[in-house]
């Protein structure tokens, strides 16, 4: 088993920064990628960003020039800097781990919350 501990949600005002990070254990061979999703109230879970093992990113729309998501490939680790934070950024974060070995490739976090008032 793999286990992601999260940490860095909390309560800020619009405009605000969070740091969050995500540091996993257990049975890991080789992590191909490491990313952040989201879920609000009513809402499906959706991605916000990832980061592969080569150091590949991708940003949903919604974040782009807002977040950025970094990595430390040693201690299986990443982190997603929240700057001008909005409202509508408000939800649980989850941390996800993709393994390049099996028999289970998906592994996901407790999630950590973000409140983000106007």
């Known amino acids: 088993q793999v286990q992601l501990v999260e940490s860095g949600g909390g309560f800020v005002q619009a405009g605000g920064s969070l740091r969050l990070s995500c540091a996993a254990s257990?049975?890991?061979?080789?992590?191909?990628?490491m990313g952040w999703y989201r879920q609000a109230p009513g809402n499906q879970r959706e991605l916000v960003a990832t980061?592969?093992?080569?150091?590949?990113?991708y940003y949903a729309d919604s974040v782009k020039g807002r977040f950025t998501i970094s990595r430390d490939n040693d201690n299986n680790a990443v982190y997603l800097q929240m700057n001008g934070l909005k409202p509508e950024d408000t939800a649980v974060y989850f941390c996800?781990?993709?393994?390049?070995?099996?028999?289970?490739?998906?592994?996901w976090g407790q999630g950590t919350q973000v409140t983000v008032s106007s």
């Open positions: 996800n781990v993709k393994l390049v070995v099996g028999p289970r490739y998906d592994y």
């Open positions: 257990g049975s890991i061979d080789s992590i191909n990628a």
């Open positions: 980061i592969t093992r080569f150091g590949g990113t």
